[in-house]
């Protein structure tokens, strides 16, 4: 109901639809009947209300505004008796909440518990597809262990990592866990490979720079066995034949909106004499955000316009 946009244009001067108050108002009320899912909707709302990512904060007020103070403590206390009937995602978003007070001992706890408890089976469309992302108790803590910095920090969070990488086959565990591991090892491939497969787009953008290393020097990737095996194919198939799989990465990673992948496009296209595909390229630099979304790479937008421009001043357009 939140989706459905007021029929009525500003000029009507007709009052504002209800439909945002009725949605509101049906989400509370299965708060308050102890549904999972409405909870966690509501109170990820309000935690991701102050996130760095801009889409996702817009979003989140949107949904916060609707609610009173009084409505969201009342939903905070659905939410800890959730998590004390055990729920894993009820107590990861309580301990999010317990570490934001700076009880961060007591959220720590919450974590380690609902990691052990976490069903890691994969459940198609679950949680539901229109919910804000939940927080998973893996990423919790390895934030957690990580800001702590002691000696045995790493090697927990890696631990927590391969849980939920290994386990539940979450993409982003697999790109974190893929930084705990040497670039020249086979583990690195593997995991971010398996996270690049998965539609993460930075994973895609590391493995189109990885195989292009790969290309211009494979004696360090080689001396691992595992690794030799799994590249000296590729490395011994055709000259840049390397770069052509990175190519193939940076595209997906293009084609999924990534625009630093954009521009390497570019930079690989101009320095192999792929004019008109460089200004291809360049012109999908140029594309305009989705509509409600901001630009994330202005730089390399104004990168694209001065080299555009200097194209057109200098020459007609590549054919």
Not at 105 to 123: F, P, R
Not at 213 to 221: E, G
Not at 224 to 232: D, I, P, V
């Amino acid at each position: 109901m939140l989706r459905i946009k007021d029929p009525a244009p500003p000029s009507a001067r007709l009052p504002p639809s209800q439909l945002p108050t009725i949605a509101a108002s049906l989400l509370l009320a299965c708060s308050l009947a102890k549904d999972l899912t409405a909870t966690l909707q509501i109170l990820n709302a309000v935690n991701y209300s102050t996130s760095s990512d801009e889409t996702l904060s817009e979003q989140a007020r949107s949904i916060t505004c609707l609610f009173t103070k009084t409505d969201i403590s009342a939903c905070k206390e659905t939410l800890q008796q959730l998590a004390a009937g055990g729920n894993p995602d009820a107590m990861t978003l309580h301990g999010v909440f317990l570490e934001k007070s700076r009880r961060t001992q007591e959220a720590k706890a919450l974590y380690e518990e609902a990691l052990e408890k976490y069903d890691t089976k994969v459940h198609e469309k679950y949680p539901h597809p229109m919910a804000l992302p939940w927080i998973f108790p893996w990423h919790a803590l390895t934030n957690l262990y990580l800001a702590e910095k002691s000696l045995d920090a790493p090697v927990k969070a890696k631990a927590a990592l391969e849980r939920g990488a290994l386990k539940a086959d979450d993409p982003v565990a697999y790109f974190l866990l893929a930084h705990t591991e040497p670039r020249t090892s086979y583990n690195w491939l593997l995991y971010m490979t398996k996270a690049a497969a998965s539609g993460h787009v930075e994973a895609m953008y590391d493995l189109g720079h990885y195989y292009l290393d790969l290309n211009s020097d494979s004696s360090a990737y080689l001396q691992n066995g595992k690794l030799h095996k799994a590249t000296r194919f590729l490395v011994s198939y055709k000259v840049d034949s390397a770069r052509e799989y990175a190519k193939e990465w940076f595209k997906a990673a293009a084609i999924s909106g990534y625009k630093p992948a954009v521009f390497e496009l570019v930079e690989l296209c101009d320095a192999h004499g792929e004019a008109q595909e460089a200004f291809d390229w360049l012109q999908c630099l140029m594309k305009p955000p989705p509509t409600g979304k901001k630009e994330q790479w202005p730089q390399l937008v104004v990168k694209a316009k001065t080299r555009l421009a200097g194209l057109r001043k200098t020459t007609s357009p590549p054919t």
